[in-house]
């Protein structure tokens, strides 16, 4: 059981970036996934997630509308579309799955977490 996350990297502020979660060893489509992230210095925040259904999404307030949370079945992937980025968001990315979550914005419930990708905004 696995998740990898990639698709991180070094992007200007003002620009784009497509966080990926692949999930190996298991079926995502009966898992919430949650986004998480960390700053040097600074405690894991959560960013997004969305319910095992996919029916509702959450987003801290820092993002909405500028991030998107979405999933693909058929992939068996869960993304993180990152729009208009600020220096601020700078930091390592984790995702996260729980099954049949609820998509919590805490990190106990879920059961597994990917290795972390980092994403840099300059400014």
């Known amino acids: 059981v696995q998740l990898q996350a990639s698709g991180g990297g070094l992007v200007q502020a003002g620009g784009s970036l497509r966080l990926s979660c692949a999930a190996s060893?298991?079926?995502?489509?009966?898992?919430?996934v949650g986004w998480f992230r960390q700053a040097p210095g600074k405690e894991r925040e959560f960013v997004a997630a969305?319910?095992?259904?996919?029916?509702?999404?959450a987003y801290t307030d820092s993002v909405k509308g500028r991030f998107s949370i979405s999933r693909d079945n058929a992939k068996n992937t869960v993304y993180l579309q990152m729009n208009s980025l600020k220096p601020e968001d700078t930091a390592v990315y984790y995702c996260?799955?729980?099954?049949?979550?609820?998509?919590?914005?805490?990190?106990?419930?879920?059961?597994?977490w990917g290795q972390g990708t980092l994403v840099t905004v300059s400014s």
């Open positions: 060893g298991f079926t995502v489509r009966t898992y919430a």
């Open positions: 996260a799955a729980e099954l049949y979550g609820g998509g919590s914005a805490l990190p106990g419930p879920y059961n597994y």
């Open positions: 969305h319910t095992w259904s996919g029916s509702r999404t």
